[in-house]
């Protein structure tokens, strides 16, 4: 069964660094999202990804982030100068639009730990 | 702006028995979701409900919506231990909120 993968599953960075949290989301997928979840809170939008361009994104999506799709398969979070409060679960999901189910696939999640 | 609201946060149940999850939105939504989510882990989709009047079951578990009302349920029948997770709802509204969560613990 396709599956939503994410790399890395753990990233520790110091406060300024910055990082780039990778997916692969499933292949005949149109639809990209990338949420956040601290510790044990909510899960938090951050951006929606459709034919190469930004359709929706929260609040949280500041200049100090990103999101690219540097090829046809990946697609990239990048955070540019982190800062303490980033410190999360970032998850990567995707959607196709041409099943009616409408369903969204998470992937594993990176752990981001900011020091 | 759009609030997902999910009540209760906490249940706690004895096996067997039954209960229902709440959550209720602000505004009108193209589509409503239900996760489930296990500790350290990624969220697993349970149900999408699209319509008014929807109702999906999977196993013990049974979502409905009204859009009138905005609210969504989401009934657990005859609990056991395995249903133990935070359940999410999120609604869809050019982006996606989700509600807060409702951690269960189902106890023997």
């Known amino acids: 069964e396709p599956e939503v993968t994410q790399t890395p599953s753990h990233q520790v960075t110091q406060m300024g660094q910055e990082v780039i949290l990778r997916c692969v989301p499933i292949s005949n997928h149109l639809y990209f999202y990338w949420y956040r979840q601290i510790l044990g809170q909510k899960v938090e939008f951050l951006v929606s990804f459709y034919n190469n361009e930004i359709s929706e994104k929260s609040e949280i999506f500041d200049d100090q982030f990103s999101v690219e799709r540097p090829d046809g398969s990946n697609f990239t979070l990048k955070i540019r100068s982190t800062k303490l409060e980033d410190s999360a679960m970032y998850f990567c999901a995707s959607l196709s639009y041409r099943d009616t189910l409408y369903e969204q696939y998470f992937g594993p999640g990176t752990r981001l730990t900011v020091t | 702006e759009l609030k997902v609201e999910q009540n209760p946060l906490f249940l706690s149940m004895q096996e067997g028995k039954n209960y229902t999850i709440y959550c209720n939105y602000s505004t009108t939504s193209d589509r409503l979701y239900w996760y489930r989510q296990d500790p350290g882990k990624s969220l697993e989709s349970l149900f999408v409900l699209l319509s008014n009047g929807a109702v999906k079951q999977e196993g013990r578990l049974m979502a409905s919506l009204d859009t009138k009302a905005r609210l969504s349920t989401l009934h657990i029948t005859a609990a056991v231990h395995d249903l133990s997770a935070t359940y999410f709802c999120?609604?869809?509204?050019?982006?996606?909120?989700f509600g807060a969560g409702t951690r269960l613990t189902v106890k023997p």
């Open positions: 999120a609604v869809d509204h050019n982006d996606m909120r």
